[in-house]
C-alpha cells in the first residue's frame, strides 16, 4: 500500500482543478469577454465590444495596429463613460428617495408637533405659602383627586 503524503493529495487536486478549467475553456472560448465594469442593460451584461465604429470594416482594416488601438481604446473610453453614467444615476435615484424621506419625516414631525397642545393652566395656582396654611385633611383629599386623575 502506498501512502500519499497532504503535500501529493493536494497537488494532485491542484492538476485535476487545472484540467477541468483547460476543458472549460476549450468547450468556451469567450470566456474572457465579459464587461469589466459589471454593466448591465435590461439584464444583458454588455461586453467592451458592443460599440461599433459607424466606418465599413475596409477602413479600419487599413489604419493598422495604431488605428485598432485608437479603436479599442475609443471603445473602453466608451464603455467607462457608459458605466459612469449608470452609477451617477444610481446615486441621484438613491439621493433623491432619501430627501423624500427626510421631507415626509420633517412634515410627520411637524403635524405632530402642531396636535401637541402644551398647558401651563393649573401648575401654579397652589404655591408653597398657601398649601401650608391649609389643612392637612384638605392637603390629602388634593393628593387622592391629583392620583386618581393619573
Known sequence: MEKISPLRASLKAFEQF????????????????????????????????????????EVNSNQGGFGDAFVKAGK?????????????????????????RMKEN??????????????????????VSSLQKRPVGELEEMFRSELAAI
Do not use: H, Y
Not at 476543458?23 to 460599440?51: S, Y
Open 106 to 127: 420633517a412634515i410627520n414631525t411637524w403635524d405632530m408637533l402642531n396636535k401637541t397642545e402644551i398647558s401651563f393652566t393649573g401648575l401654579f395656582k397652589d404655591s
Open 76 to 100: 473602453l473610453a466608451s464603455s467607462a463613460w457608459v458605466s459612469t453614467l449608470n452609477r451617477f444615476n444610481s446615486m441621484k435615484q438613491s439621493m433623491i428617495s432619501f430627501g423624500n
Open 18 to 57: 487545472k484540467a477541468q478549467r483547460i476543458q472549460k475553456r476549450q468547450e468556451n472560448p469567450n470566456t474572457n469577454a465579459t464587461n469589466p465594469f459589471g454593466l448591465t442593460f435590461k439584464g444583458i451584461t454588455l461586453d467592451a465590444d458592443v460599440f461599433t465604429p459607424s466606418a465599413s470594416k
